[in-house]
């Protein structure tokens, strides 16, 4: 069993989560697997975490942005800081360096526009 282990929902409906495979160093972890049959658009990303005594650590998310939006610039894919005012963490974050955030139990939400493809950290 992975520890911490974390649950992805968009817009309040669970897509699971992305399972570690060989070779995952300890950090860069696929989250979430992209999610075809939801269309491009304003969505909500929720990750819960639990731990049962490692951390959790963040320090960026990963993902498509819709054409239009003003995160995109043409870009295929936009990086999220954890500084960034569009992140809602819940109860339990603190800051590890001025580059990461860890959390042994928390939340933390992400509205975007864009295509729900793989968030990565």
Same mark, same amino acid.
């Given at each position: 069993?992975?520890? &911490?282990?974390?649950?992805? +929902?968009?817009?309040?409906? $669970?897509?699971?989560?992305? &399972?570690?495979?060989?070779?995952?160093?300890?950090? @860069?972890?696929?989250? *979430?697997?992209?999610?075809?049959?939801?269309? %491009?658009?304003?969505?909500?990303?929720?990750? !819960?975490? /639990? /731990?049962?005594?490692?951390?959790?650590?963040?320090?960026?998310?990963? +993902?498509? &942005? $819709? =054409?239009?939006?003003?995160?995109?610039?043409? /870009? !295929? #894919?936009?990086?999220?800081?954890?500084? %960034? &005012?569009?992140?809602?963490?819940?109860?339990?974050?603190? =800051?590890?360096? $001025?580059? #990461? !955030?860890? /959390?042994?139990? $928390?939340?933390?939400?992400?509205?975007?526009?864009?295509? *729900? @493809? %793989?968030?990565?950290?």
């Amino acid at each position: 069993m992975w520890d &911490p282990k974390w649950e992805c +929902f968009i817009d309040g409906v $669970s897509i699971g989560y992305a &399972p570690l495979g060989v070779g995952y160093g300890l950090n @860069h972890w696929k989250l *979430c697997e992209g999610q075809p049959n939801i269309a %491009d658009g304003h969505h909500t990303l929720t990750l !819960n975490m /639990t /731990t049962m005594g490692n951390t959790f650590w963040f320090d960026q998310l990963l +993902f498509t &942005p $819709s =054409p239009d939006n003003v995160y995109g610039n043409g /870009t !295929n #894919v936009v990086k999220i800081g954890l500084d %960034d &005012p569009a992140i809602e963490y819940g109860y339990g974050w603190k =800051p590890w360096s $001025s580059d #990461v !955030n860890i /959390t042994a139990t $928390s939340q933390l939400k992400l509205n975007f526009t864009g295509l *729900c @493809h %793989d968030f990565l950290n």
